[in-house]
């Protein structure tokens, strides 16, 4: 087959992104917008954003760290707690502030503590977006102590997601950041008017191996974790299958370095600054880059019921050595992000 010099893509969307805030939004956000037009931007601050006023604000944070020159458009995200209320969510929703809500079981994962305890608690909340047809975003992992972590999603989909869909049917969800090939599997058998999933480039390079590899791996520890070498073949699968219920999120989570090197380190991987090139190289691996355009810039906007992006974005064959750390003046090393195939080279450029 010929070798493709170049890929002229439609402008790709992330839709599962953390962006932070203050000085650490200031610094990742332009990795994200030199790629990506839009994101789907994760609540889980500290405190995390619960009502519409702190998503307005929020927002505006974001456009105001945006250099000068690059388009990007921020989409919200509620964090649902036990006591957010139906009218919030619906006003947000209304005024297009909220895209979107976002369950955290609580304590899943980083800033989840003020998350959802039970489902229970939130069951008008899923009428009320039923009714007004707005997303549901899902961490779906248990929370439970006697569940191996390993198993955490599967079992999930069997306790809770299950019960969850049939008692909502027509609740639009995105399964986010899925790991396992149970998920997979539940969610291209699904109906996907309603059901999706968001894929990261990591689960699709690393298996549980990674964390371990020569040493204690903090650069490799997210959640939910990755998983064994199994699960990553049907993550690939999946992504390069051309299903439209598959599409990217990249969960890029940055943490300084001195809370991923440390005795109790953060669940996150930074990988916004190689994000598509990431995505490419799987791609290319699994004969599909073809697909590539339809899983980056088209699945999404369709679930979401958004426009694609009219732009267009080049990703190039020509090799990036990717910086080890990403620190900059006046920063010190406490405080550098490592990357993603930090230290490595990728075949793939975007074109400035
Ligand atoms: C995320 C973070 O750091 O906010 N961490 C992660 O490992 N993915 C939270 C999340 O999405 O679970
Ligand atoms: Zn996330």
């Given at each position: 087959m010929e070798t493709l010099s170049k890929l002229v893509l439609r402008r790709p969307d992330d839709w599962h992104l953390h962006l932070r805030d203050g000085e650490m939004l200031k610094r990742v956000l332009p990795a994200t917008a030199r790629q990506f037009a839009r994101a789907i931007v994760m609540p889980n601050l500290r405190p995390p954003v619960t009502s519409v006023d702190a998503a307005i604000a929020y927002r505006q944070r974001i456009a105001s760290a945006l250099p000068e020159g690059m388009v990007f458009t921020p989409l919200m995200t509620a964090y649902l707690t036990d006591t957010i209320s139906p009218d919030e969510l619906e006003r947000g929703h209304k005024e297009g502030v909220f895209t979107a809500a976002k369950l955290y079981p609580a304590n899943a994962t980083t800033n989840s503590a003020a998350g959802v305890s039970d489902l229970s608690c939130i069951t008008a909340v899923l009428e009320r977006m039923q009714a007004i047809d707005m997303p549901l975003l899902i961490h779906g992992e248990v929370t439970d102590a006697d569940v191996d972590i390993f198993d955490r999603e599967a079992v999930f989909i069997e306790r809770h997601l299950i019960p969850l869909?049939?008692?909502?049917?027509?609740?639009?969800?995105?399964?986010?950041?899925?790991?396992?090939?149970?998920?997979?599997?539940?969610?291209?058998?699904?109906?996907?008017?309603y059901l999706a999933a968001?894929?990261?480039?990591?689960?699709?390079?690393?298996?549980?191996?990674?964390?371990?590899?020569?040493?204690?791996r903090s650069d490799f520890y997210c959640l939910p974790v990755v998983k064994r070498e199994q699960h990553r073949q049907a993550l690939r699968k999946a992504a390069t299958s051309g299903k439209n219920c598959f599409f990217l999120g990249t969960d890029s989570a940055p943490h300084p370095r001195s809370g991923k090197e440390t005795s109790c380190g953060c669940a996150g991987i930074y990988n916004a600054p190689?994000?598509?090139?990431?995505?490419?190289?799987?791609?290319?691996?699994?004969g599909a880059l073809e697909r590539l355009e339809a899983f980056a810039s088209l699945h999404g906007p369709s679930f979401y019921g958004l426009e694609v992006n009219s732009g267009t974005i080049i990703l190039e064959?020509?090799?990036q050595q990717v910086s080890p750390s990403s620190g900059g003046d006046g920063i010190a090393p406490s405080d550098e992000l490592v990357p993603f195939h930090a230290g490595e080279e990728l075949a793939w450029t975007v074109a400035s």
């Open positions: 869909r049939r008692q909502f049917p027509e609740l639009r969800v995105v399964f986010e950041h899925i790991t396992t090939s149970e998920a997979v599997q539940y969610v291209a058998d699904g109906d996907h008017r968001t894929i990261t480039p990591h689960h699709l390079h690393i298996n549980r191996n990674a964390m371990f590899m020569g040493g204690l190689v994000a598509l090139e990431s995505y490419a190289t799987v791609f290319e691996q699994e064959r020509r090799c």
